[in-house]
Every structure is written in structure tokens, then in C-alpha cells.
């Protein structure tokens, strides 16, 4: 069982940064596909950003140039860098790990006043 600790979540103004990091308990971190999925009110939860074992990464279109997914497998931690983040970024954040199962954070949430 792998548990993932999300933190960095607050309260924001438009324009501003916040850092988004997760903590996996597991001593073979290197080898997960790490996600960062948002879910705001009333919506599905969608994929904001992944970063697979080698280091290849996606991002859906709306953060692109915005957001930054890092990961250090030393520290067990795979990182949101938000830029500019605008009021529809609004939502709880929720980390992902997966490799033969998936596994869920309990969510951080994150909320951009204009």
C-alpha cells in the first residue's frame, strides 16, 4: 500500500504561484507514473499534468506555460509548480501514483480569487 501526501494548497489572488508537492510512501518511487489531477465543484476530475518514470511529461492545454510537474525520486516527491494561476484553476488538487495499481491522495485544495 502506497500513501501519498499532498501539501502547498491555499488561497490565492489571480496572477499569483502556489507549489504543489507529494510525498509517496514507497522505497521504489522511481518506477511510478505520477499525476496531478484537478476536480472543482460540480465537475469531473481531469488531468492537469503527468510525469512518467523516465521523465517524459504531459500537461492539458488550459496549463500549459503555466504549470510545472517535476519529480526527485530521492525525496519521494513529485512537485506542481502553478504561475499565473487564474480563477478557473480553482479546485482540489489530487496526486496519483501508478504502477501495477493506482494509487490516490486525500487532495489539497486550491482557490484563485480574481
Known amino acids: 500500500q502506497v500513501q501519498l501526501v499532498e501539501s502547498g494548497g491555499g488561497s490565492v489572488q489571480a496572477g499569483g504561484s502556489l507549489r504543489l508537492s507529494c510525498v509517496a510512501s514507497?522505497?521504489?518511487?522511481?518506477?511510478?507514473?505520477m499525476g496531478w489531477y484537478r476536480q472543482a465543484p460540480g465537475e469531473q476530475r481531469e488531468l492537469v499534468a503527468a510525469?512518467?518514470?523516465?521523465?517524459?511529461?504531459t500537461y492539458v492545454d488550459s496549463v500549459k506555460g503555466r504549470f510545472t510537474i517535476s519529480r526527485n525520486n530521492a525525496k519521494n516527491t513529485v512537485y506542481l509548480e502553478m504561475n499565473s494561476l487564474k480563477p478557473e484553476d480553482t479546485a482540489v488538487y489530487y496526486c496519483?501514483?501508478?504502477?501495477?495499481?493506482?494509487?490516490w491522495g486525500q487532495g489539497t485544495q486550491v482557490t484563485v480569487s480574481s
Open positions: 514507497t522505497t521504489i518511487f522511481s518506477l511510478y507514473f
Open positions: 510525469i512518467t518514470s523516465g521523465g517524459s511529461i
Open positions: 496519483k501514483a501508478s504502477w501495477r495499481r493506482e494509487y
